[in-house]
């Protein structure tokens, strides 16, 4: 091979190479019911500190991403904070992961509607990313293993909670 | 300061009020200097370098609910006095680096601006090049005159002929 083909071929897998680093790293994460939780530790929202999801580990955790901007998480909010503390003592927990807002707008929500169940954020979308996620409010259910025992890419409400999540805490399914 | 209090006695201004005189032109002239320093930013100024993440646009061509509450942020910093460079600093800890419509200009970011400028010089050598192989083909050969463009050999022994047998 002469050098100038040589030369011609190290430019053509350059570019290829570019063009696949741009499409992989765009790639969405694909989870699926019986995968562990995407996880790592985060700040605690409006708090010192920081939180993971496996720091639960032995509860189930309803994990909800969710941002003060969005309308549906309006709704939601007080629905989960009422499931939190009827379920708390029966080794549920709901974890709130704040994703592509900014802090101050995030407590203020938390104020509004007195969210009182564990919060943490995600700078950015990174952690969106990794739950696949597609918009917000969305909700995974962790069973005590730390593994997905559900995934609900949309906002929840009291019925849903009852038909669809409390059956698997209680380990009626 | 001494040349003030001279202009100040010049102006016919008494002694005892000399030091009060300079002391209310010096805080008047105050938040002159100090706007002087910090030049205000504004947010036409912000939202074209700047994204709304969510939507993948720039922050001056988005609308909606998210880009609104970063644009609140904005003007919320804006009032507070900080920078450009202040408000990007604080836009990316709430937002992430998605939030900078310019990729920075350090590591994978960099070849950003690498990749153009390589391709830019390799182009303008390649040109280079490629003209001067041109021109040098164009060129005739040294010691090629116009005469030595006839026929050879052969074909200027039979040419030689054929006019022998003209006699012109």
């Known amino acids: ?173 | 300061m001494s040349q003030l209090g001279g202009f100040i006695s010049l102006c016919g201004i008494n002694p005892p009020s000399r030091w009060l005189a300079i002391a209310m032109l010096a805080l008047s002239l105050a938040p002159g200097v100090a706007v002087a320093a910090t030049p205000r930013t504004s947010v036409n100024d912000v939202e074209d370098e700047v994204m709304c993440p969510i939507c993948g646009t720039l922050l001056e061509l988005a609308e909606s609910p998210q880009a609104q509450r970063e644009r609140a942020l904005v003007k919320r910093l804006i009032a507070e006095g900080r920078t450009k460079s202040e408000i990007k600093d604080v836009l990316v800890a709430q937002y992430g680096r998605a939030v900078l419509a310019l990729p920075s200009g350090s590591g994978f970011d960099l070849s950003a601006y690498l990749v153009p400028a390589i391709a830019f010089a390799l182009a303008v050598v390649g040109l280079g090049v490629g003209v001067s192989r041109w021109r040098r083909a164009s060129r005739p050969p040294p010691g090629d005159d116009a005469q030595s463009k006839g026929p050879r050999g052969d074909d200027a022994e039979r040419l030689k002929a054929d006019l022998a047998r003209y006699d012109l």
């Open chain 1, 1 to 173: 091979m002469s050098t100038r083909s040589l030369l011609a071929f190290l430019g053509v897998c350059a570019v290829i190479g570019l063009l696949a680093f741009g499409l992989l790293s765009k790639g969405e994460a694909k989870i699926a019911i019986g995968d562990p939780a995407p996880d790592r530790a985060l700040p605690v929202l409006g708090g010192p500190g920081q939180g993971s999801i496996a720091a639960y580990r032995g509860r189930w955790v309803l994990v909800n991403l969710w941002a003060s901007w969005c309308v549906p998480c309006r709704q939601e909010a007080p629905v989960l904070d009422r499931f939190a503390r009827r379920y708390g003592k029966r080794g549920v927990s709901v974890l709130g992961i704040n994703v592509q807002d900014n802090s101050d707008d995030a407590l203020g929500f938390l104020r509004e509607y007195r969210v009182r169940y564990p919060q943490l954020r995600s700078v950015g979308d990174e952690r969106s990313a990794a739950f696949g996620s597609t918009g917000v409010p969305e909700n995974f259910l962790v069973d005590p293993r730390g593994r997905l025992a559900l995934i609900w890419r949309g906002p929840v409400d009291g019925d849903f909670l009852e038909a669809r999540v409390v059956p698997l805490v209680e380990g009626r399914r």
